[in-house]
């Protein structure tokens, strides 16, 4: 969890008013802001709402944030998963938005992926001393809120 960052409750709820989004795909019992989301442990985290592993979760249609850990290799498996998911979705004339929350490392494959992709809707690059995360580790430390060290 220390490795990890959450978006903030006002991010959250301005996501739920605009995309009703309530679902997080990236996320842990202690960082999740929703009652439902993926997450690393599901044997652990299924009695917390832990819907399991995102790489095994293929919703339908719906709303989701997607902030995955903001490790490379991550990155890209997670960016894949995603723009599968909305082919899919696609594919079958279903509804569905991924709000995607992911550095702004403009040269790695994740991120070249989904900026390329025919399914991008919107993109908004914030620079890092514009905003900050909760802390994956906010339940050890004396404040919830960290700087991004990343554009993001």
Same mark, same amino acid.
């Given at each position: %969890?220390? =490795?990890?960052?959450?978006? +903030?409750?006002?991010?959250?709820?301005?996501?739920? $008013?605009?995309?009703?989004?309530?679902?997080?795909?990236?996320?842990?019992?202690?960082n999740c802001y929703h009652d439902a989301f993926c997450s690393a442990f599901s044997d652990v985290d299924a009695p917390f709402g832990s819907f399991?592993?995102? %790489?095994? =979760?293929?919703?339908?249609? +719906?709303?989701?944030?997607?902030?995955?850990?903001? $490790?490379?290799?991550?990155?890209?498996?997670v960016c894949a998963h995603v723009l599968a998911l909305l082919e899919a979705a696609e594919a079958s004339r279903e509804p569905m938005t991924m709000v995607m929350v992911l550095p702004?490392?403009?040269d790695s494959r994740g991120w070249q992926q989904v900026n390329a992709s025919r399914l991008l809707r919107r993109r908004l690059l914030v620079a890092a001393a514009d905003h900050g995360f909760v802390d994956g580790a906010q339940h050890m430390r004396r404040y919830s809120y960290r700087q991004s060290p990343y554009d993001t």
């Open positions: %969890a220390g =490795f990890h960052a959450a978006i +903030g409750p006002s991010v959250h709820r301005a996501l739920k $008013a605009s995309l009703s989004v309530a679902f997080e795909c990236c996320a842990s019992p202690l399991g592993s995102f %790489a095994s =979760f293929t919703p339908k249609r +719906g709303s989701f944030e997607v902030n995955p850990p903001f $490790a490379p290799g991550m990155i890209d498996v702004g490392w403009l």
